[in-house]
């Protein structure tokens, strides 16, 4: 029997070296639209869907293919003498190869002034419909979705007339991971248009951006998945501009790099160490502002990755050079400054789109057997109401610097505290089991830095030993969310010292 191809295609790359394959095996194909008139204009034989069917298209393209002249085909299992015995007696020809994408969702909803009605028409129905149908009946059905895939057909068509059946079961699972990923970015924006923010179900996709050597450890096998229609200021849509192969490391601490500068108007850098902020700095310059985040801890920041909010230009790019830095991210970087900082053949430069404002995403944590979902922590210190809770308001420069530690001290682990002093952290404790032991931890990294600094609290204080602590160190104000039980002796023993203290009224706990 005269083998068949139903070939209908919104990514056309590569589609006619296989059709000329097919059309070499005198397989007849059979198209619709777009995909039929390019097969045509390349003199390849191919019979419209129309004629198979003998319906016409109708309801502007909705219904072509949704026929039993192609389902019959499709879904008829070979073996199976009754199924066999019914498409002769209904004159239906079987299908052996299905080449079909759909069409352009995602592509549609990313425009800009892309409208609902725009979205609905951009779902495909009888696109599925034929893939899962081929993937269903895979043992005879050669299902393709991927023109990556379009190569090894070929290799196989040509030498063995045939794809074999192992192939076939791949194409067939990539087939419904297709259709899987499609359905899920409609659900996912249809969600979106309801407000429904706890659905009964969680339907996300990702799409693999690279395969890494290894996870956090060597012995465990990883790879880097990209959201589609995700946040543009984000490690998923950096560009790599040179260096070696991210990490999976890497990658963690690149994200964490980039969610600290991307809280500042105000040009700044920030220098990551294990998931943590070792120095933090603002500035009217980039360079300015990286010679502060580099002196609030100059041990810590070798091998560690650094962010900033604006381009870096040729003075930042000279003192980059002077340590080792295993990632400089930033919004661009200018040509003088790529000059200098490629002559170092291992460090990764990365190119991020800054966004003027941070579109409210969800994240998504594994836990054994499940997952925890919650909206990402995008608030700064411009969206707390702040109390001053002590008799004595912070002074001007305290206001500024509490402003800093406020919004660095979210992106440290709790328990988490932060100094900071001139525009720059000079300390930062994450991660103790209690918060005095943080706040004991900083004030050492900070030691004589510390007489004059501000703190950040990411909670608030459940006695007033912290207080003290801040006090020994020499802070002279002190910002947290309050909130405790037991705030007054806080409040009192701030008073006693004479340490201004502003509530927050936010938490910012990040495990």
Partial sequence: MKKRALVSVSNKEGILPLMKTLADQEVEIISTGGTKAIIEEAGIPVTSVSDVTGFPEILDGRVKTLHPFIHGGLLAMR???????QLEEQQITTIDYVIVNLYPFEETVSKPGATFEDAIENIDIGGP???RAAAKNHQDIAVIVDPNDYEAVIEEIKANDEVSKQQKRKLAAKAYRHTASYDALIAEYMTAQTEDEEPESLTVTYRRKQSLRYG??????????????SNLTSIANATQLHGKELSYNNINDADAALAV?????EPAVSAIKHMNPCGVGVADTVSAAFKKAYDSDPVSIFGGIVAANREIDVETAQQLKE??????????FTDEAMAILTEKKNIRLLTVEFQSE????????TVSGGALVQDTDTLTFADVDVKTATEREPSDSEWQELKLAWNVVKHVKSNAIVLAKDGQTIGVGAGQMNRVGSAKI???QAGERAKGSVMGSDAFFPMNDTVEAAAEAGVTAIIQPGGSKRDQDSIDKANELGIAMVFTGVRHFKH
Avoid: C, K, W
């Fill in 261 to 265: 500068v991307r809280d500042f108007q």
């Fill in 323 to 332: 340590i080792f830095l295993e990632i400089v991210v930033a919004p661009s």
């Fill in 216 to 229: 956090e450890n060597p012995h465990q096998q990883a790879s880097f998945y990209q959201r589609p229609l």
């Fill in 79 to 85: 073996g199976n003498d009754q199924h066999v015995a």
């Fill in 442 to 444: 900083a004030a050492e």
């Fill in 129 to 131: 419909a034929m893939v």
């Fill in 358 to 365: 941070t579109p409210l995403e969800q994240r998504i944590t």
